[in-house]
Protein backbone atom coordinates (compact mmCIF):
# COMPACT_ATOMS: atom_id res chain seq x y z
CA UNK A 1 0.00 0.00 0.00
CA UNK A 2 1.34 3.43 -0.76
CA UNK A 3 1.29 6.59 1.59
CA UNK A 4 2.56 9.73 1.24
CA UNK A 5 4.92 11.02 4.28
CA UNK A 6 6.08 14.49 4.92
CA UNK A 7 9.66 14.70 6.31
CA UNK A 8 10.44 18.19 8.19
CA UNK A 9 13.54 19.30 9.20
CA UNK A 10 13.65 20.86 12.65
CA UNK A 11 16.67 23.03 12.16
CA UNK A 12 14.81 24.46 8.46
CA UNK A 13 11.72 25.79 7.24
CA UNK A 14 11.91 22.78 4.49
CA UNK A 15 9.71 19.94 4.22
CA UNK A 16 10.01 16.91 1.42
CA UNK A 17 6.60 14.66 0.21
CA UNK A 18 7.86 10.93 -0.29
CA UNK A 19 6.15 8.36 -1.54
CA UNK A 20 6.31 5.25 0.73
CA UNK A 21 5.27 1.55 0.60
CA UNK A 22 3.47 0.58 3.99
CA UNK A 23 3.12 -3.22 5.01
CA UNK A 24 -0.12 -2.41 7.58
CA UNK A 25 -2.09 0.37 9.02
CA UNK A 26 -4.28 1.18 11.57
CA UNK A 27 -5.97 4.65 12.56
CA UNK A 28 -2.46 5.80 14.53
CA UNK A 29 0.00 3.94 13.02
CA UNK A 30 1.63 2.40 9.39
CA UNK A 31 4.31 0.08 9.52
CA UNK A 32 7.59 0.16 7.29
CA UNK A 33 10.26 -2.31 7.01
CA UNK A 34 8.55 -3.83 10.20
CA UNK A 35 8.79 -1.00 12.45
CA UNK A 36 5.77 0.93 13.79
CA UNK A 37 5.15 4.53 13.31
CA UNK A 38 2.64 7.18 14.24
CA UNK A 39 1.16 8.58 11.39
CA UNK A 40 1.47 12.39 13.14
CA UNK A 41 4.48 13.48 14.89
CA UNK A 42 6.71 15.98 15.53
CA UNK A 43 8.84 15.03 11.71
CA UNK A 44 6.33 12.65 10.03
CA UNK A 45 2.94 13.03 8.76
CA UNK A 46 1.69 10.22 6.56
CA UNK A 47 -1.41 10.71 4.02
CA UNK A 48 -3.23 8.85 1.54
CA UNK A 49 -2.85 11.10 -1.48
CA UNK A 50 0.27 13.44 -2.72
CA UNK A 51 -2.27 16.23 -2.90
CA UNK A 52 -3.55 15.68 0.63
CA UNK A 53 0.20 15.97 1.51
CA UNK A 54 0.49 19.39 -0.29
CA UNK A 55 -2.03 20.81 1.08
CA UNK A 56 -1.35 20.12 4.56
CA UNK A 57 2.07 21.88 4.34
CA UNK A 58 0.46 24.57 2.41
CA UNK A 59 -1.79 25.37 5.11
CA UNK A 60 1.63 25.26 7.83
CA UNK A 61 3.28 27.52 5.27
CA UNK A 62 -0.01 29.83 5.30
CA UNK A 63 0.11 29.67 9.18
CA UNK A 64 3.46 30.45 9.26
CA UNK A 65 2.90 33.39 6.66
CA UNK A 66 0.01 35.00 8.74
CA UNK A 67 2.05 35.05 12.24
CA UNK A 68 5.02 36.65 10.61
CA UNK A 69 2.23 39.58 9.31
CA UNK A 70 0.91 39.99 12.75
CA UNK A 71 3.91 40.28 14.05
CA UNK A 72 5.57 42.65 11.54
CA UNK A 73 2.18 44.96 11.88
CA UNK A 74 2.62 44.68 15.88
CA UNK A 75 6.73 45.61 15.51
CA UNK A 76 5.45 48.18 13.14
CA UNK A 77 3.06 49.80 16.16
CA UNK A 78 5.81 49.72 18.64
CA UNK A 79 7.69 51.52 16.09
CA UNK A 80 5.32 54.36 15.72
CA UNK A 81 5.09 54.45 19.48
CA UNK A 82 8.54 54.70 19.98
CA UNK A 83 8.83 57.73 17.33
CA UNK A 84 6.41 59.29 19.47
CA UNK A 85 7.58 59.68 22.41
CA UNK A 86 8.99 63.00 23.88
CA UNK A 87 11.29 64.01 26.36
CA UNK A 88 9.77 64.91 29.35
CA UNK A 89 10.17 68.34 30.27
Do not use: C
Not at 27 to 50: E, P
Amino acid sequence: MIKYRIDKYSETPEFRISKVEIEKETDTSVWIRGMRNNKHSSFHNYFDTWKEAHEYILGLANNNVNRAILQLERAKGLLLIIYGLKEEK
